[in-house]
């Protein structure tokens, strides 16, 4: 991955150029025919052809060229911000319209940033955060996030969802988080960082936050007897790993239409 943004900088810098050596080679030619004429028909079809190649060039690996520096500013926090890793990991994104594959990025859910692998033409480590709203969605750990609006009926910030479960009838939709707390571990006084994952369930168009059985349930409730009957069966407990538990209930919901 390094040697690849290595050579693409090169390789982008080479395209760049030509386009400006096509132009003068024009320029030049036009001089030695009497000058140059800027308001010339041919001096400004040349040019826009030029600029044209070059935006069409750009806009296709724009993902490159658009976003901040990021900088790790987590030091002295115990555990880490990012969703499930502390390092890089290869994943796809959809950027503004264009499809990339295999980039190196990390998922920062305390900050909500998508964070991008990124080597400067030294050869040395330069992540940058891309715009996010451009970001429409992304695959990491074999997770999949979408972009969503601000919905304020459902307390839906605009940010990225994980896609748990995408069914006709029910969807599950988790906020991936994390916040900053008290480290309660003796002689470790300080901060750390803690999931607090919320849950929604996306039906008939809305959202409905859920935590537990009951509220599940609720939300639900048109197929209720035999969600109950599923959730007793197959002893399904929410404490440990709700993400899958309640996957595994609004996909068996959806079994039943």
Known sequence: MKHFNILYKIYSSIFILICLLSFSTIQSKLFA???VNYGNEQTQKAFAKAVKSYDNYI?????TYTGVSFYNS??????????????WEPGNVV????????????????????????????????PIEPYGP???SFQLHGYH??????????????????????????QLIIKRRKELVNSNEINNIGEMFSE??????????????VKKKKSIIKVLEDRSKELKSFI???????NENPDFKIAEVVKYYDTLF
């Open 33 to 35: 025919q009497g000058g």
């Open 59 to 63: 806009g296709k690996n724009s993902f």
């Open 74 to 87: 987590y030091g002295g926090i115990k555990e880490h911000p990012f969703f499930l890793e502390d390092y």
């Open 95 to 126: 950027y503004n319209g264009n499809a990339y594959d295999s980039i190196d990025m990390m998922y920062d859910i305390y900050a909500d940033n998508l964070i991008i692998q990124n080597f400067g033409l030294n050869g040395l480590p330069s």
């Open 134 to 136: 451009y970001v429409q």
């Open 145 to 170: 996030f979408i972009r969503l609006e601000r919905d304020t009926i459902a307390n839906i910030k605009e940010g990225f969802y994980n896609m748990m479960y995408d069914g006709d009838n029910a």
């Open 196 to 209: 607090k994952d919320r849950f929604y369930i996306k039906k008939d168009g809305l959202f409905y936050q």
């Open 232 to 238: 007793r069966t197959n002893g399904i407990k929410f």
